[in-house]
């Protein structure tokens, strides 16, 4: 077992008490990379960003996996082939994590 580790970069998210106007998930990180999952530009420091998560698709970064059907431990057990098609379907990783994910900006 791994420990998971603390998530600098994963926002905190309260759904109950904070709206749109007050939260803003990307807070100050810039994405210089895509994502491996829905492709757009959501990953900092290019792409090397351990427990990252994709605030477009939710997907969390694996730098474990060597390939994109292998599954993820960070991702519930998804490959990264089963998220994409997930996303597409979805609009996320997970359905159920649909609510919590932002459009994708240009
Ligand atoms: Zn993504």
Redesign the pocket.
């Known amino acids: 077992m791994k420990n998971k580790k603390y998530n600098k970069y994963l926002p905190k998210i309260n759904s109950a008490e904070t709206t749109n106007d007050h939260h803003d998930i990307e807070s100050d990180i810039v994405g210089n990379s895509p ?6 530009m ?1 990953i900092p420091n290019s792409g090397d960003a351990i427990a990252y998560i ?1 605030p ?4 969390e970064i694996d730098l474990f996996i060597q390939s994109s059907d292998e599954a993820s431990d960070q991702n519930h057990g998804l490959t990264l082939i089963e998220a994409r098609k997930n ?1 597409h379907q979805y609009g996320a990783v997970l359905p159920r994590l649909k609510e919590t994910c932002r459009p994708p900006k240009k």
Do not use: E, H, L
Not at 35 to 40: D, E, N, T
Not at 56 to 59: L, T
């Open positions: 994502c491996p999952c829905c492709g757009f959501t994709c477009v698709c939710f997907w996303y």
